[in-house]
């Protein structure tokens, strides 16, 4: 085997084509990676004469990895993530928790727990730059794990292996109703009466859908589901009377609108809840200061909550 040399390989040529990988269109790419498509692709093409391998298939309106593709740029992403790496241990053994964190959170959590941490991170730690991205469990583990993000907020447990965890707070789960629903009358709901037809959910890969269907009996269907997008909707659709549902306890903080519509009620049983957590990819060296920060964030759990020992 010739010797090739270093030299030339650039980090910045193996970003564009994992751009080019994930959006499988080259305009998109350079967009995301702030240079000229014909920059980019003229990188690219460099960079396979450099391999002696076509990387893409392309054509007008398709562009795909070819299999001898696929399997360089899954070794692409893993020289980039050793690169970040590289310069995250760096920074974090002058300054562990200075400068920019890209922190991911499920958007059933996200509006209603980070405007109340938010002040308290900014006072302990005034360097600390905070990205947020707001996702669904399945999106942010996806970029955790191609350290798109440093760290997630999510309800646990985790859906990945790869991922280290620690536990903040537990969120409780109260019954909402339409304020004429049989079941608004009484002081505190069972699981047990939740099994009913008129429960509302989310769609499909919002997590507090399944946490809902877990812990509620068997709902009978007799019709096709009404399901929401959001909790917003969710809660107007409970005002309008379609039915009831599950909430967790910090989305209903200072609910103002349909008092004379809705009524929350508590559930007798202590499952009823679940478990936030802060998330990271395993192999991250920054791990003792993700550790350092869940404590924090441990101390500074939302009022109502359970916490966890610190």
């Known amino acids: 085997m010739s010797y090739v040399p270093l030299s030339g390989l650039s980090l910045r040529d193996i970003e564009y084509v994992v751009a080019v990988d994930d959006l499988r269109n080259f305009s998109r ?9 014909a920059g980019l692709s003229e990188q690219v093409r460099k960079l396979e004469q450099l391999l002696d391998v076509t990387l893409f298939e392309r054509s007008r309106r398709h562009v795909a990895p070819t299999p001898d593709g696929e399997r360089l740029i899954a070794l692409g992403r893993d020289v980039l993530a050793a ?24 958007p059933t959590l996200g509006p209603y727990y980070i405007p109340g941490i938010l002040p308290h991170l900014r006072n302990d730690y005034p360097n600390l730059h905070l990205r947020l991205t707001e996702g669904m469990t399945d999106t942010l ?22 991922l280290e965890t620690i536990s903040l707070f537990e969120e409780a789960f109260l019954g909402v ?38 812990i509620c ?38 609910r103002m609108d349909f008092e004379s519509l809705i009524t929350v009620r508590p559930l007798s049983e202590p499952e009823a809840c679940r ?9 991250d060296p920054r791990a003792s200061t993700f550790r350092e920060l869940g404590k924090f964030l441990r101390q500074n759990a939302p009022e109502g909550c359970k916490t966890y020992p610190t």
């Open 83 to 106: 690169a970040r790496n590289l310069l995250e241990a760096a920074r974090a053994h002058t300054s562990p928790l200075d400068g920019i964190l890209r922190l991911g959170v499920i």
């Open 275 to 283: 478990t936030i957590g802060l998330v990271w990819r395993a192999s």
């Open 217 to 254: 009996p068997t709902v009978p269907r007799q019709r096709e589901p009404r399901l929401a997008t959001s909790l917003e909707m969710l809660w107007h659709m409970i005002g309008a009377g379609e039915g009831f549902s599950l909430i967790p306890r910090l989305a209903l903080r200072n």
């Open 29 to 37: 790419a350079a967009e995301r990676c702030g240079v000229s498509q």
């Open 177 to 214: 109703f339409p304020a004429t629903h049989e079941l608004a009358g009484k002081n505190k709901i069972s699981l047990k009466q939740l099994g009913r037809p008129d429960l509302l959910l989310l769609e499909d890969g919002h997590c507090l859908r399944d946490q809902a269907l877990s």
């Open 141 to 162: 583990v996806h970029a955790l794990r191609n350290n798109e993000l440093d760290l997630a907020l999510m309800a646990l447990p985790a859906p990945s292996e790869s």
